[in-house]
Nanobody
Framework: QVQLVESGGGLVQAGGSLRLSCAAS????????MAWYRQAPGKQRDLVAI???????NYADSAKGRFTISRDSAKNTVYLQMNSLKPEDTAVYYC?????????WGQGTQVTVSS
């Protein structure tokens, strides 16, 4: 079983930055992928950024150039650094980890960007 705990969300003004953290209950390199998704009210849940066990990362077009996914193996934690935030980035952000074919989800953390 995999537990994921997100933190770092909050209220920020447009143009500001936040760093989300996702602490995993096991070695993060045991996961095929780790990713961040987000879901705004009334919208579907969308992929924001993903990193493979080999370190390759990919981003949604809306996140490219502004968001960075990174990992700290010593802390079993994956991060999402979000810069130049926009009101349309407002959403609940979820961390996931794919382990033996199963996508495990955290509880989510709210990010609100005011204009």
């Amino acid at each position: 079983q995999v537990q994921l705990v997100e933190s770092g969300g909050g209220l920020v003004q447009a143009g500001g930055s936040l760093r989300l953290s996702c602490a995993a209950s096991r070695n993060i390199f045991s996961f095929n992928t780790m990713a961040w998704y987000r879901q705004a009210p009334g919208k579907q849940r969308d992929l924001v950024a993903i990193v493979t066990s080999g370190g390759n990362s990919n981003y949604a077009d809306s996140a490219k150039g502004r968001f960075t996914i990174s990992r700290d193996s010593a802390k079993n934690t994956v991060y999402l650094q979000m810069n130049s935030l926009k009101p349309e980035d407002t959403a609940v952000y979820y961390c996931t980890a794919r382990y033996f074919g199963v996508e495990n989800w955290g509880q989510g953390t709210q990010v609100t960007v005011s204009s």
